[in-house]
């Protein structure tokens, strides 16, 4: 396997994260975690050397670390969930972290400056107290400093600006009020690192999330002869699709024994252009759906001018047969491209 086709395998990695809402609350923890990293190595630069810049631009400093941190945990997302190449990973490296970095910071300080214009004292106030964390003196950093972060990631995914302009206003807005909120309870210190996992939260929760692009409907059998063997429902291109299960010898896509209760053409399960999924019952032998306090019998019913059916969803069984010879088959979702 070349180098630009090996799957990722740190980060994020799709074949651990189940098809349910939780999904995408593993995004936010990737970016939470970057820009806490992020917030660690701007401490350490400053323990080991000190910092080159004034007291006053400290917030700013921190805004844009942590926005580099939120950018190159979006970039590890999207590199490890699908295979990127090594000119992917350069550029995104060497133009998207510093790009945040650089942008975010532009933002608080034109923040920090419209501060001093239009806040009233708070010229004078800062000279006498560089460090101060109430909340009229530092909001327009934070909400600049999220516009321009905005901006620079809707640039740099080609993606739209009024919405990751707004969700740059939200991470910086509620990094603010986390930031003035832990500041007053604890000190400055942990105020900085609560920040930090606000932004990060904030941008993985409301930006990304993993694509269902990447998952697919799969059968799975889970009792009989042929336990464990499983079919993929989703064609190769995105698009409407359908699989048959039976016993017939030949064209097939789940091909099980009829000493197991299948019959020819027993059942029939499809996805359309939406990403819906259904079953529908071919045959006049059992063939019941179970779900969460709920069965469906899908029996085909010759009054009827079509055949019975149902949605699918993720941890459906569907029973073939009856009681004395059956086979259970599970509907799953799972990442559409099997791991070599």
């Known amino acids: 396997m070349c180098w630009n086709e090996r799957p990722g395998r740190f980060g994020l990695n799709i074949r651990l994260v189940p ?19 992020a ?14 810049w004034s007291p006053t631009a400290d917030l700013n400093v921190l805004l844009g670390v942590v926005g580099m941190g939120a950018a190159l945990g979006a970039l590890i997302v999207e590199g490890t969930l699908e295979p990127q190449s090594k000119s992917w990973w350069k550029k995104g490296i060497l133009v998207a972290g510093p790009g ?39 909001f327009l950093s934070f909400v600049f400093s999220g516009l321009f972060f905005g901006l620079w990631m809707a640039w740099w995914r080609k993606a739209s600006y009024p919405f990751y302009v707004t969700v740059g206003l939200c991470c910086g807005l509620a990094s603010a009020m986390v930031w003035h909120l832990v500041a007053g309870i604890l000190d400055l210190y942990h105020a900085s690192a609560f920040a930090a996992v606000t932004w990060g939260a904030s941008f993985g929760l409301l ?46 896509n789940l091909w099980l024994p009829a000493e197991e209760g299948v019959r020819e053409l027993h059942l029939s399960v499809a996805v359309d252009n939406a990403k819906h999924y259904t079953a529908r019952g071919m045959s006049l032998y059992p063939t019941v759906v179970k779900r969460s306090m709920e069965k469906v019998d899908l029996r085909f019913d010759p009054a009827r001018p079509a055949p019975l059916e149902t949605p699918l969803k993720s941890g459906d069984q569907v029973i073939v047969g009856d009681g004395q010879a059956q086979t259970v088959l599970e509907f799953v979702m799972l990442p559409r491209k099997e791991e070599s």
């Open 19 to 37: 098809y349910t809402w939780a999904r995408d609350i593993h995004v936010a923890l990737v970016c939470t975690s970057s820009c806490l990293l």
């Open 100 to 138: 945040a970095l650089l942008a975010t910071h532009l933002g608080a300080g034109l923040g920090a400056i419209l501060t001093t214009k239009f806040v009233p004292g708070a010229a004078a106030d800062f000279a006498a107290a560089p460090l101060l964390s109430a909340l009229k003196y530092a």
């Open 39 to 52: 917030w660690w190595g701007l401490l350490a630069f400053c323990a080991w050397q000190d910092p080159f």
């Open 207 to 252: 930006a990304w999330g993993v694509p269902r692009r990447l998952y697919a409907g799969w059968i799975r059998v889970l009792s009989g002869s042929r336990f464990g063997w499983r079919v993929r429902v989703d064609g190769e291109t995105d698009g409407s699709s359908e699989i048959v299960v039976g016993h017939y010898s030949r064209g097939l």
